[in-house]
């Protein structure tokens, strides 16, 4: 969530009490896993990926 709120990765450690560094690599992780160069780039394909999880959930529950 913090990711969509614009908070640098400063920011976003000080509102977690983490490290600078640890907002950092996780940042780095979820942009090689969503093959991601920039943040908006990995807010745009997350985004996509918790629409089209919604959507199969939904679907799933229509059928049943």
Excluded at 37 to 48: C, P, Q
């Amino acid at each position: 969530v913090l990711l969509y709120d614009g908070l640098s990765a400063k920011q976003t450690a000080h509102e977690l009490h983490l490290s600078q560094r640890t907002v950092e690599i996780y940042l780095d992780k979820l942009k090689k896993r969503f093959l991601s160069r920039t943040k908006i780039e990995l807010m745009s394909r997350v985004s996509s990926h918790i629409i089209a999880t919604l959507r199969n959930q939904l679907e799933e529950t229509v059928l049943s």
